[in-house]
């Protein structure tokens, strides 16, 4: 087992992999940039160093100063997180040549799911259904008017290398789709620093639905179950829950299927670690492959909840070696759960991010209540990085139990001296359309537009 282990990240996700260390005896080093140095993290782990100056690619982004300080503080291991450099392969490279394990997938299998295009083929090739689209990468605006037509409208315009919800453009003709394409190439050269986009038929009204894999070193896959995670809003996700309604309520058989395609893929990519296959589900139930997250996903709670099953802790066990302790049939699944992301953002002028001092905190608790976070009062939210401040998870034995206590859970959730979303969750949890379960991608719009509608109409 790692002795001392570095996590590359901060945050929530940070303060979460450190617990996940202390539990099993490792010693643990962060890093943070200048604006972190009163972050949670460097409080909880053993050992801290920073790492330069507040924009990520000052910081968290650097593989020389990650490195550097992994070597300095002599450790066995290195924890990517998600987001930053957790699907970077060059970095695992790095980390595996300077004799540092990185706690992901090797570089066979982030070679497989390189990027969105690559995986596409790779699910193809296994006979899982993928989104009719273009073949790779599209070159130039004739090539995706030759595509757009054979795919016929709507089409997305999406970037190989895009993730939270960037790079990625609708169009329902010709002149949305040459302006979609290069929009979405210049927002894919800014955010990833590659331009290159490839086109997929737009899903109409579409549900969200991943499953949690993990892999070991000696090739068994099994999956953990999906998450619907279709409460989006510009393409990411504000609320996750597991089960999925949309599979209890019309398509019981696709849970099975889609697990068993989930597996496939890991399989085919030699997949060691956490990860998780993304899936898209139309309305008649029909399912398409969308990617890989190869890293520890945000939303992993609340499949720790229904599993009992703790997957930052098999993380770091598969990376030493371990081999998977569980075959599929070990797998079981009890009660419900529901993650809700707090966000510093303002709800009420467009979810502007609302960095600034925390001033008063004060976090739900109790019997099925789980927070995630690394907020505390006094906390000072830096304005370089995501507006996350904390995952609000709920365990219930059935769905309308886990609803029960998240929205008792946010009603006693206290944040004050910046704005949260929090009062936009709970009109979530109040919604009939999703009491009852009945939702897609289109849910957060439709509520808004509602919303914006009963102003108007206030104000007259
Ligand atoms: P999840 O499914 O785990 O919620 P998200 O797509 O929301 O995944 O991403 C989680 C975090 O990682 C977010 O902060 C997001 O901005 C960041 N992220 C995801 N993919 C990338 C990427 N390719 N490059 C940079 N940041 C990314
Ligand atoms: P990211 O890397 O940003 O997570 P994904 O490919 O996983 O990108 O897509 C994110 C979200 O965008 C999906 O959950 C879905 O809501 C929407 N989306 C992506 N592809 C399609 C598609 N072909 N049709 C409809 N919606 C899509
Ligand atoms: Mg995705």
Avoid: W
């Amino acid at each position: 087992m790692f002795e001392k282990i570095l996590v590359a990240n901060r945050g929530e996700i940070a303060v979460r992999i450190i617990r996940a260390c202390k539990e099993l005896n490792i010693r643990t080093v962060a890093v943070y940039s200048e604006a972190d140095a009163n972050s949670m993290h460097v409080q909880l782990a053993d050992e801290a160093i920073c790492i330069g100056r507040p924009p990520s690619n000052e910081s968290y982004l650097r593989i020389d100063r990650i490195i550097s300080a992994a070597e300095v503080a002599d450790v066995d291991a290195i924890h990517p997180g998600y987001g930053f450099l957790s699907e970077n392969a060059h970095f695992a490279d790095v980390c595996e040549s300077c004799n540092i394990r990185f706690i992901g997938p090797n570089s066979r299998a982030m070679n497989a799911l390189a990027d969105k295009a690559v995986s596409r083929a790779l699910a193809k090739k296994a006979g899982v259904p993928v989104p009719p689209g273009s073949d790779g990468v599209v070159e130039n605006e004739q090539d995706a008017l030759v595509n757009a037509k054979r795919i016929g409208y709507p089409v997305m315009i999406k970037a190989v290398a895009g993730g939270g919800g960037r790079g990625m453009r609708s169009a329902h003709n010709d002149i949305s789709l040459v302006k979609g394409f290069h929009t979405a190439r210049t927002e894919a050269e800014k955010a990833f620093g590659n331009p290159g986009v490839y086109i997929e038929k737009y899903i109409e009204d579409p549900h969200h639905i991943e499953f949690q894999i993990l892999g070991d070193y000696k090739g068994h896959v099994i999956h953990l179950g999906e998450r619907d995670c279709s409460v989006q809003r510009r393409n990411q996700k504000v609320v996750e829950e597991t089960p999925s309604p949309l599979i209890d309520n019309r398509f019981k058989k696709l849970r099975e299927k889609m697990g068993k395609d989930a597996r496939k893929i890991g399989e085919m990519a030699h997949y060691v670690g956490a990860g998780t296959v993304e899936f898209i589900v139309d309305n008649q139930g029909n399912y398409y492959f969308l990617e890989v997250n190869k890293r520890i996903q945000v939303e992993h709670p609340i499949t720790e909840e229904v599993t009992g099953i703790d997957l930052v802790r098999y993380q770091i066990l598969i990376a030493a070696g371990e081999p998977l302790r569980h075959s599929q049939g070990d797998i079981k699944f009890e009660g419900h759960a529901i993650e809700c992301r707090i966000n510093a953002e303002d709800p009420f002028d467009d979810f502007r991010p609302s960095p600034g001092r925390i001033e008063m905190y004060f976090q739900p608790g109790g019997h099925g209540v789980r927070v995630d976070t690394h907020a505390y009062a006094g906390y000072t939210i830096p304005s370089h990085y995501d507006s996350m401040i904390g995952k609000l998870v709920t365990f219930g034995k059935d769905r309308r139990e886990a609803m029960d206590k998240m929205s008792s859970a946010l009603a006693e959730y206290m944040i004050t001296g910046v704005k949260t979303t929090i009062s936009f969750q709970q009109a979530i949890l109040q919604d009939p359309n999703f009491r009852r379960g009945v939702y897609s991608t289109n849910f957060v719009d439709q509520l808004l537009s509602g919303a914006r509608r009963e102003l108007i109409e206030d104000k007259s």
